[in-house]
């Protein structure tokens, strides 16, 4: 079975500051990992994903995430927060067997003017 | 449009009463989810339709609750007899999920906001 942890439900940083937002995964085989972002009332968009290829992974609005197979990690990782980019974050796990995808509990990033 | 579209946007009903949700998911896509998002809680994964492949109804929350997916293309969350705990946000996603196709991200609607009164 897949799991994912997400540490830290609430995460606040100053404009212009690093964002990282944690991501454990559980997988007994070779994961997909995925980032998608929800803004308020609407559904999830999503931010990038970790397919097997390059293990830093390159998104939209300037994240990355680098999957780190030893630390069974998957951090989203922004150099300069932005006003924009206070929003619910999600970590998903799936695998190539599966059918489903598994979701962390979500991280509430919060952009100090 | 291109994307998964999810009506009403808004639901307001008494208790007791039935409510239909409905999820056009992405043209092409096999794979269809629905979850629950409970104020400030993750995703509740409650059910997923593959193609023509019986669906994993292993999340639903009680027999309230069921959908189903007509041609392959639309699907329809019913709950029957809503109670109070069941206001939340539904929302519907759509993949090219199946074996040999997880690396596929899942495409959200902007949800139903479903209250009970």
């Known amino acids: 079975a897949q799991s994912v942890t997400q540490l830290g439900s609430h995460v606040s940083v100053s404009e212009g500051a690093l964002v990282l937002l944690r991501c454990n995964y559980s997988?007994?085989?070779?994961?997909?990992l995925f980032w998608y972002v929800q803004y308020p009332n609407q559904g999830l968009q999503l931010l990038l994903k970790?397919?097997?290829?390059?293990?830093l992974v390159k998104g939209i609005n300037g994240f990355e995430a680098e999957f780190k197979k030893s630390e069974t990690s998957f951090h989203l990782t922004k150099p300069s927060a932005h006003m924009s980019d206070a929003a619910e974050y999600f970590c998903a796990v799936s695998v190539e067997t599966g059918n489903q995808f598994y979701f962390g509990t979500g991280t509430s990033l919060t952009v100090i003017p | 449009g291109a994307g998964v579209s999810q009506s009403p946007s808004n639901k307001v009903t008494e208790k007791g009463k039935d409510v239909e949700l409905r999820c056009d998911p992405i043209?092409?896509?096999?794979?269809l989810y629905w979850y629950r998002q409970s104020l400030g809680q993750g995703l509740e994964f409650l059910i997923y339709f593959q193609g023509n492949s019986a669906p994993d109804k292993s999340g639903l929350p009680s027999d309230r609750f069921s959908a189903e997916r007509t041609g392959g293309s639309v699907s329809t969350l019913t709950i029957q007899r809503t109670q109070q705990e069941d206001s939340a946000v539904y929302l519907c996603a759509s993949s090219l999920m199946g074996l040999g196709h997880s690396n596929q991200p899942q495409h959200f609607g902007d949800g139903t906001r479903l209250s009970i009164l």
């Open positions: 997988s007994s085989v070779p994961p997909y």
């Open positions: 970790y397919t097997s290829a390059a293990t």
């Open positions: 043209s092409g896509h096999t794979a």
